[in-house]
C-alpha cells in the first residue's frame, strides 16, 4: 500500500474516532447554580420586581401545600379500602391529576415571574404547612378528612395571596390562584364532603312503610 493511501486510511480513521468521542455522553458534570432559589432574574414582564418577589414567595407556598396535597391523594387513591373503595380510587386519582395541573401552573407562573420553583420532595416537606399523615393506611373517612383539611389549608392561603397579588398589580398571579386555585379546590371539596354525610341506601322508616304496603 503507498503512503498516501496509508495516510489517507489514517486520518478517516482518526475522523471516525473524533465523530465517536462527539457522540459520547458527557458524565458527572458539576457546575454553579445558574440562579440560587430566593433570587430573581427579571424578565420583561412590565412588573415591578417587588411585585414578583412578593408574589414568587406566595405561590412557592401555594406551591408546597398543592404538591403535598397532590401527593396525599396519591397515597390514599392507592391504600384506601372499605364499600366504597372503587369509587374513592377513581375520585382519588382524579383529583390527583387535576392537582398535578395546577402544581404545573403555579411552577411555571414562579418561573415567569423570574423566580426558582421549589421542586424537590425534601424542600416540599420543609415548606408546606399541611400536616403529614402516618405511612399506613387509615380508614376511608378519615382520608376524606385529612383531604379536606389541606384544601381548607390551601384556599385560606390563596384568598390572602390572591388579593395580595391585585394589590401590588400583579393581575395574572390573582387570575391564576382566583381561576385555577381557588375554583378546583373548591370543586374538589364539594367532591370529597358529599362522602361524608350520613346518608343510608335505604332510610330505615321507608323501608318499613314499603314492606308493609306489599
Not at 25 to 41: S, T, W
Not at 68 to 89: I, P
Request: proline letters at 4%; a negative charge; one cysteine or more.
Amino acid at each position: 500500500m503507498s503512503t498516501k493511501k496509508r495516510e489517507v486510511g489514517t486520518t478517516r480513521i482518526n475522523q471516525l474516532e473524533e465523530g465517536a468521542q462527539r457522540a459520547k455522553p458527557i458524565l458527572h458534570q458539576h457546575a454553579k447554580e445558574i440562579q440560587p432559589y430566593g433570587k430573581i432574574a427579571k424578565l420583561s414582564i412590565a412588573l415591578d420586581e417587588t411585585a414578583c418577589e412578593s408574589s414568587i414567595n406566595n405561590l412557592n407556598q401555594v406551591l408546597a401545600d398543592t404538591m403535598t396535597l397532590r401527593d396525599m391523594y396519591k397515597k390514599h387513591h392507592w391504600q384506601v379500602a372499605g364499600a366504597t373503595f372503587y369509587q374513592l380510587h377513581l375520585l382519588f386519582d382524579k383529583h390527583h391529576g387535576e392537582q398535578d395541573e395546577l402544581v404545573d401552573s403555579i411552577a411555571e407562573r414562579i418561573q415567569l415571574l423570574g423566580g426558582v420553583s421549589i421542586a424537590m420532595a425534601a424542600d416540599v416537606a420543609e415548606t408546606t404547612i399541611i400536616p403529614r399523615p402516618p405511612r399506613g393506611r387509615e380508614e376511608a373517612p378519615v382520608q376524606i378528612s385529612r383531604l379536606l383539611e389541606a384544601h381548607e389549608f390551601i384556599l385560606k392561603e390563596a384568598r390572602t395571596m390572591a388579593r395580595e397579588a391585585s394589590e401590588v398589580g400583579d393581575d395574572g398571579t390573582n387570575d391564576l390562584l382566583v381561576s385555577e386555585v381557588i375554583r378546583d379546590n373548591e370543586l374538589q371539596v364539594w367532591f370529597l364532603s358529599e362522602h361524608l354525610v350520613a346518608m343510608p341506601l335505604s332510610h330505615p322508616e321507608q323501608a318499613k312503610t314499603a314492606s308493609s304496603g306489599s
